[in-house]
């Protein structure tokens, strides 16, 4: 049975009908618990199973978690983590914490998740830093061009005690944000229809001139300006129609976006171009964090930690066995369903994008942000020292082998 076939079994309407009686949160939180085809006999039995455990006892704590427009089956494709972290709190603190999921848009969206959290509106938020750096500047710390060179680099970065000390605690001093766990990819340039008929794409210089749609991430348009890949900001809801008219060449995410987000019927090739992060993160508003008591506060982190080591494995296998991310490409996976072909560019021309405009070799173009955010986080050189942290792990090591630290403690 095929990966869609699977994830479509139950349907909108159905899952409106369990979730009516047993709650949504209930519902979502059953539905991630399956792996791949359920009924809606199941799934009734699987909800009405976690409703009575997350019942048994009244909480201490509700909070409400908006997740942008992530659900039950597209976090089977981007391995987030969020609905992973909310049942292992909820276990965790036997039903101490309760989490209250709102996914698909209905509370906040990727650009305004981060407000609404820290406005109290909502209490924990899942959306890509890049997206949220509008609300929360400091998050474009992550953003510096061929800072990482590779989701290793990456992963080993958030479990070093350092990122306490250069993103966690800035982050959460200037924009009352406590930074959990997040998702690790590299993003490229994702070309729509209008490439479908063009030979892959093998060199940086035919991207050169293209038309891109951009994120929040004030740095990631330095770096799409530098290689000169035109960075326009098109609304997320309006780049799919834009993708498939041709209105645009490309837009600038992630492999796994482009799957989860159902944008792969518009999308011929993935160029992986790795030029600046792509992290899908989660976050708690900090004065709920501190409201909480100590030994909730532990399993807070705790449950961050475990979500963390997760998203690592889960999501390097989603990567090859669901979204098709790989080389070769293995079949029956959502690109491979929707022809979506992988560019994996040499190591040369890597370099030579690299050369164009990351810091290390065209400083002067990030002087001014550079200086902000240095600024911010009290002086330190916030690009040089996450640079050295990403370069104490080799640069092909495998993602799934970096060791999980608890970033908490030195």
Same mark, same amino acid.
Request: charge should be negative; glycine fraction near 8%; aromatic fraction near 10%.
């Given at each position: 049975?095929?990966?869609?076939?699977?994830?479509? *079994?139950?349907?909108?309407?159905?899952?409106?009908?369990?979730?009516?009686?047993?709650?949504?949160?209930?519902?979502?939180?059953?539905?991630?618990?399956?792996? #791949?085809?359920?009924?809606?006999?199941?799934?009734?039995?699987?909800?009405?199973?976690?409703?009575?455990?997350?019942?048994?006892?009244?909480?201490?704590?509700?909070?409400?978690?908006?997740?942008?427009?992530?659900?039950? *089956?597209?976090?089977?494709?981007?391995?987030?983590?969020?609905?992973?972290?909310? $049942?292992?709190?909820?276990?965790?603190?036997?039903?101490?914490? *309760?989490?209250?999921?709102?996914?698909?848009?209905?509370?906040?969206?990727?650009? +305004?998740?981060?407000?609404?959290?820290?406005?109290?509106?909502?209490?924990?938020?899942?959306?890509?830093?890049?997206?949220?750096?509008?609300?929360?500047?400091?998050?474009?710390?992550?953003?510096?061009?061929?800072?990482?060179?590779?989701?290793?680099?990456?992963?080993?970065?958030?479990?070093?005690?350092?990122?306490?000390?250069?993103? $966690?605690?800035?982050?959460?001093? $200037?924009?009352?944000?406590?930074?959990?766990? +997040?998702?690790?990819?590299?993003? #490229?340039?994702?070309?729509?229809?209008?490439?479908?008929?063009?030979?892959?794409?093998?060199?940086?210089?035919?991207?050169?001139?293209?038309?891109?749609?951009?994120?929040?991430?004030?740095?990631?348009?330095?770096?799409?300006?530098?290689?000169?890949?035109?960075?326009?900001?098109?609304?997320?809801?309006?780049?799919?129609?834009?993708?498939?008219?041709?209105?645009?060449?490309?837009?600038?995410?992630?492999?796994?976006?482009?799957?989860?987000?159902?944008?792969?019927?518009?999308? +011929?090739?993935?160029?992986?171009?790795?030029?600046?992060?792509?992290?899908?993160?989660?976050?708690?508003?900090?004065?709920?964090?501190?409201?909480?008591?100590?030994?909730?506060?532990?399993?807070?982190?705790?449950?961050?930690?475990?979500?963390?080591?997760?998203?690592?494995?889960?999501?390097?296998?989603?990567?090859?066995?669901?979204?098709?991310?790989?080389?070769?490409?293995?079949?029956?996976?959502?690109?491979?369903?929707?022809?979506?072909?992988?560019?994996?560019?040499?190591?040369?021309?890597?370099?030579?994008?690299?050369?164009?405009?990351?810091?290390?070799?065209?400083?002067?173009?990030?002087?001014?942000? *550079?200086?902000?955010?240095?600024?911010?986080? #009290? #002086?330190?050189?916030?690009?040089?020292?996450?640079?050295?942290?990403?370069?104490?792990?080799?640069?092909?090591?495998?993602?799934?082998?970096?060791?999980?630290?608890?970033?908490?403690?030195?």
């Amino acid at each position: 049975m095929k990966l869609k076939e699977n994830l479509s *079994r139950i349907s909108r309407r159905d899952l409106f009908r369990v979730a009516g009686r047993f709650g949504m949160s209930s519902t979502l939180l059953a539905a991630g618990s399956f792996g #791949g085809a359920m009924s809606l006999a199941n799934l009734g039995s699987a909800a009405e199973s976690t409703y009575d455990k997350r019942f048994a006892k009244k909480a201490k704590h509700t909070m409400k978690f908006g997740a942008s427009g992530f659900n039950a *089956r597209n976090l089977l494709i981007e391995r987030a983590g969020a609905l992973e972290f909310a $049942r292992d709190l909820e276990s965790r603190t036997d039903g101490e914490i *309760r989490i209250e999921f709102v996914g698909d848009n209905q509370i906040c969206g990727q650009v +305004s998740c981060v407000e609404k959290a820290q406005q109290g509106i909502i209490d924990i938020y899942a959306a890509s830093t890049q997206n949220s750096a509008g609300g929360a500047p400091y998050l474009n710390v992550l953003d510096y061009a061929y800072m990482f060179p590779g989701r290793a680099s990456q992963y080993h970065f958030l479990y070093s005690p350092e990122s306490q000390r250069i993103l $966690r605690d800035p982050y959460e001093k $200037r924009h009352g944000l406590k930074f959990l766990f +997040s998702h690790c990819e590299l993003r #490229g340039i994702q070309l729509g229809l209008k490439w479908q008929d063009a030979p892959t794409v093998t060199k940086l210089e035919e991207l050169f001139g293209t038309k891109n749609r951009v994120t929040g991430t004030q740095l990631g348009r330095i770096a799409m300006q530098a290689l000169n890949l035109n960075p326009v900001p098109v609304a997320w809801e309006e780049t799919l129609d834009g993708l498939k008219q041709g209105l645009i060449d490309g837009a600038e995410t992630w492999a796994s976006a482009v799957a989860y987000a159902n944008m792969s019927p518009v999308v +011929s090739q993935s160029v992986d171009l790795k030029f600046f992060c792509g992290t899908e993160h989660t976050a708690m508003n900090s004065s709920i964090f501190d409201s909480l008591s100590g030994e909730l506060q532990d399993a807070v982190l705790e449950s961050s930690y475990w979500t963390q080591t997760h998203v690592q494995a889960a999501n390097e296998a989603a990567l090859v066995k669901t979204v098709g991310h790989s080389d070769p490409q293995l079949p029956g996976t959502i690109f491979a369903q929707n022809n979506v072909r992988n560019a994996f560019l040499a190591d040369d021309q890597i370099k030579m994008a690299e050369e164009m405009c990351s810091p290390e070799f065209q400083p002067d173009l990030w002087t001014d942000w *550079r200086e902000r955010l240095n600024k911010w986080a #009290g #002086g330190i050189d916030t690009y040089q020292e996450i640079y050295d942290i990403a370069r104490q792990v080799p640069a092909d090591m495998l993602p799934e082998n970096v060791e999980p630290r608890r970033w908490w403690k030195s």
